[in-house]
T-cell receptor, first 111, second 115 residues
């Protein structure tokens, strides 16, 4: 079974800083990896989906990369804003059937 | 643009009571999923349905049953609720399973408390 870990568990940064969130997975033969954002008490919002043939995806200030051989993905957030404060979850494909989620990184961006 | 709709949003049950959580999607997706989210445990898969007429167990299926009523609807039933089933339940859908280059769309969740 795929297992997913995320480092750090929590992160607090001043507004404007660039930051990197890390995700590691055990089975490198994944098809896809998806990054989500979750605000307190809310559902999950999809940020980026990296398909098997891609090495990275970009959306606005967000850039996610995927290195299947090392079992790692990173989410880069440029010029962070207080509105970016949320929990960020990565989800890795589990043998082509469903996604397994990491525990998340709780991000606080201070004004 | 409704996406994935879950009902109810909140529910309190007494131990031993039964209930059904409803999930419906309007995106013509083939695959649907039920996860539970607990503090310190993250999201764990309960059941999923690859396509209409099929269901499979996930990581934590005990105490739950599911029905894929049609392509749009996927319900989760607790036959005899236990305090350990207190959780936030999320439904998700996708055009295909995770190996088919499609990601998930999530509903807003159901907060269930069993007392």
């Amino acid at each position: 079974k795929q297992e997913v870990t995320q480092i750090p568990a929590a992160l607090s940064v001043p507004e404007g800083e660039n930051l990197v969130l890390n995700c590691s997975f055990t089975d490198s033969a994944i098809y896809n990896l998806q990054w989500f954002r979750q605000d307190p008490g809310k559902g999950l919002t999809s940020l980026l989906l990296i398909q098997s043939s891609q090495r990275e995806q970009t959306s606005g200030r967000l850039n996610a990369s995927l290195d299947k051989s090392s079992g790692r993905s990173t989410l880069y957030i440029a010029a962070s804003q207080p509105g970016d404060s949320a929990t960020y979850l990565c989800a890795a494909d589990n043998y082509g059937q469903n996604f397994v989620f990491g525990p998340g990184t709780r991000l606080s961006v201070l004004p | 643009n409704a996406g994935v709709t879950q009902t109810p949003k909140f529910q309190v049950l007494k131990t031993g009571q039964s209930m059904t959580l409803q999930c419906a999607q309007d995106m013509n997706h083939n695959s649907m999923y039920w996860y539970r989210q607990d503090p310190g445990m993250g999201l764990r898969l309960i059941y999923y349905s690859a396509s209409e007429g099929t269901t499979d167990k996930g990581e934590v299926p005990n105490g739950y049953n599911v029905s894929r009523l049609n392509k749009r609807e996927f319900s989760l039933r607790l036959e005899s609720a236990a305090p350990s089933q207190t959780s936030v339940y999320f439904c998700a859908s996708s055009e295909g399973l995770s190996g088919t280059n499609y990601g998930y769309t999530f509903g807003s969740g159901t907060r269930l408390t069993v007392v």
